[in-house]
């Protein structure tokens, strides 16, 4: 079956624009996670959406917002982009059973650079 | 505070030894434990998990140990191979609030021919 698909691959956006990225999740997985990583903080977690809810969120500023779309596939929106924003952002595909979530597929990641 | 760690950046093994990365944990409500494999400029690729009722997982050469009351976990490689040289990382989960993954740093494995 096919993975995770994120796009683009690589972004390139100045200070103050806004970003959205996107996430195929794999056929049937309906739970969509957030990752940023960067070298200075690692992998951290920005949110998660199931069913087209936000289930849970990270400690990130209100800039980062999500959605999930009726097919399972999800976006990420970043606005007034810092130059901090610059970062790899993955999404990880998952499924839930009996309330607990299962799988964590990664995607290739989006790689964003703020200048 | 640092939920995980990989208390060693880097770790460089021969080809064909046995490959031992660790990893500590401090809370005691993660039940379930990832390993991934990392290459730069891409996603995390899983490798093998472990729920807390076990304390030992096998796939293939690799092996992830977990001792709880030691809030401890391993991966072991075996034999290494010029392939796996990587960045691992490995990942918990809790069961309350957030079923995030909390990722330690990260370690470097070089195999050397």
């Known amino acids: 079956k096919a993975g995770v698909t994120q796009t683009p691959r690589y972004l390139i956006k100045t200070r103050g624009q806004q970003v959205t990225l996107s996430c195929s999740p794999i056929s049937g997985h309906r739970s969509v996670s957030w990752y940023q990583q960067t070298p200075g903080q690692g992998l951290q977690f920005l949110f998660e959406y199931f069913s087209e809810t936000q289930r849970n969120k990270g400690n990130f500023p209100g800039r980062f917002s999500g959605r999930q779309f009726s097919n399972s596939r999800s976006e990420m929106n970043v606005s007034t982009l810092e130059l901090g924003d610059s970062a790899l952002y993955l999404c990880a595909s998952s499924f839930r059973l009996r309330g607990l979530i299962y799988g964590y597929t990664f995607g290739s990641g989006t790689r964003l650079t703020v200048v | 505070d640092q939920q995980v760690k990989q208390n060693s950046p880097s770790l460089s093994v021969q080809e064909g030894r046995i490959s031992i990365l660790n990893c500590d944990y401090t809370?005691?409500?993660?039940?379930?434990f990832l390993w991934y494999k990392k290459y730069p400029a891409e996603g995390p690729t899983f490798l093998i998990s472990?729920?807390?009722?076990?304390d030992k997982n096998e796939d293939g050469r690799f092996t992830v140990f977990l001792n709880k009351s030691a809030k401890h976990l391993s991966l072991h490689i075996v034999p290494s191979q010029p392939g796996d040289s990587a960045v691992y990382f490995c990942?918990?989960?809790?069961?309350?609030?957030?079923?995030?993954?909390?990722f330690g740093q990260g370690t470097r494995l070089t195999i050397n021919p």
């Open positions: 472990i729920s807390s009722i076990k």
């Open positions: 990942a918990a989960r809790g069961i309350q609030g957030a079923q995030k993954l909390v």
């Open positions: 809370n005691s409500m993660f039940d379930y």
